[in-house]
Each structure stands twice: as structure tokens, then as C-alpha cells.
């Protein structure tokens, strides 16, 4: 069975600071990964995914997350966040396409 | 040109009540969902259609009847709703090797 964790439900930042989301899966098979973000009063949209190949992928909009295989973990990071980067944040697991595991989500909250 | 649209956004009903939600999308992709997301934001899958045959029913009441009348569209049924029904339903899409695509939602609200 899959499972994915979000270990921070809430995570306060003040703008242009640095920050990191955790996300762990457990998956006796490989996985493909992915992070959706959530604005408020819409749907999730694919912010990065990992399939293969190197171990550090990034988004158009400056987040990057690297696949740790031997922590089983898939942490987000920026280096400088924004106020408009304020939104909920889902790690995601499939391992064949066809049904996808998410996790308890993580509330970005960036401050001026 | 919206990729994966759901109507209508808002739903507010009673209980009791029978309600179905739409779902469309434009992208050719051959697989459908319907995903759940309750108030602490959890996200859970419901059902899954591929090519208008469901693959994935997981635990969800009876009450709840998803129908496939082609690969581009993939309604949800509700019968006799009850207030633990109330939730923002997602639908979803993807293509084989493809991440999901979801619609904005709709916010069912069971008074």
C-alpha cells in the first residue's frame, strides 16, 4: 500500500525568506511524484512532478524538489518566497498512472 | 478553453435531496475521477472511469453513483444526501504517463 505524509499542516514564513515543505511516501514499488498547489476557492494545479531521470526537478515559478529515494522523500523548497506564493501545497504518489495518493496538504502562509 | 470544467461551482441542498454534479474535459484524456476534499483539506479518491469503464470504486456509499457517457465527460449522482456529504468534489483527468488535471471544483453544501 502507498501512503504519502505531510509532516507540516501549517507553515508560517515572512517574505523572501527561504522555505521547505516535507512530504514522505511509503511504497514497496518505484513511484513517480508530484507537488499541486491549491489557491483559495480553486482547484489544484501541477506545480512540479518527478518521473525519472535526475533526482531534482523545478517549476517555472522558482520551487524545486528533490527525490530522495533512500528517505522516501520528495521535500519543496524555494529559496525566496512570495506573497502570492501563500496557498495549500499537496505531495502526490501514483505508481501507475492510474490512481494517485495525496497527502494531508501543508498551508503555506507567507507574511510581509 | 477550460481543460477540466465542473458544474455547477456551489451546491446548496437539504437533506434528503438527490443532486448531480457535471463534469467535463477537453483534453482527450481517457481517464476520469472523482475526488473528495473535506474540511481539513484531505484529499480522497472516489471513483475512477477509463474509456467509460469504471477501474476504481473505492469505499463510498452507495448513495453515490458516478456515469460515464463518453470518455469526455464523467457525472457523480447523489441520493438522499446527508450532512457528512458536504465537501468541495474535484473532478480529475489524465492520459497514461501523464499527471491529473483537476477542475475548480464544487462546493456541495448539505443543510
Known amino acids: 500500500a502507498q501512503s504519502v505524509t505531510q509532516l507540516d499542516s501549517q507553515v508560517p514564513v515572512f517574505e523572501e525568506a527561504p522555505v521547505e515543505l516535507r512530504c514522505n511516501y511509503s511504497?514497496?514499488?518505484?513511484?513517480?511524484l508530484f507537488w499541486y498547489v491549491q489557491y483559495p476557492n480553486q482547484g489544484l494545479q501541477l506545480l512540479l512532478k518527478?518521473?525519472?531521470?535526475?533526482?531534482l526537478v523545478e517549476s517555472i515559478n522558482g520551487f524545486e524538489a528533490e527525490f530522495n529515494k533512500s528517505q522516501t522523500s520528495f521535500h519543496l523548497r524555494k529559496p525566496s518566497v512570495h506573497i502570492s506564493d501563500t496557498a495549500e501545497y499537496f505531495c502526490a504518489v501514483s505508481y501507475n498512472f492510474n490512481k494517485f495518493y495525496f497527502g494531508s496538504g501543508t498551508k503555506l502562509n507567507v507574511k510581509p | 478553453d477550460t481543460a477540466v470544467s465542473q458544474t455547477p461551482k456551489y451546491l446548496v441542498t437539504q437533506m434528503g435531496n438527490d443532486k448531480s454534479i457535471k463534469c467535463e474535459q477537453n483534453l482527450g484524456h481517457d481517464t476520469m475521477y472523482w475526488y473528495k476534499q473535506d474540511s481539513k483539506k484531505f484529499l480522497k479518491i472516489m471513483f475512477s472511469?477509463?474509456?467509460?469503464?469504471?477501474?476504481i470504486n473505492e469505499t463510498v456509499p452507495n448513495r453515490f453513483s458516478p456515469k460515464s457517457p463518453d470518455k469526455a465527460h464523467l457525472n457523480l449522482h447523489i441520493n438522499s444526501l446527508e450532512l457528512g456529504d458536504s465537501a468541495v468534489y474535484f473532478c480529475?483527468?489524465?492520459?497514461?504517463?501523464?499527471?491529473?488535471?483537476f477542475g475548480n471544483g464544487t462546493r456541495l453544501t448539505v443543510t
Open positions: 480529475a483527468s489524465s492520459q497514461r504517463s501523464s499527471p491529473l488535471h
Open positions: 518527478y518521473l525519472s531521470g535526475s533526482t
Open positions: 511504497s514497496s514499488v518505484s513511484v513517480y
Open positions: 472511469y477509463n474509456n467509460k469503464e469504471l477501474i
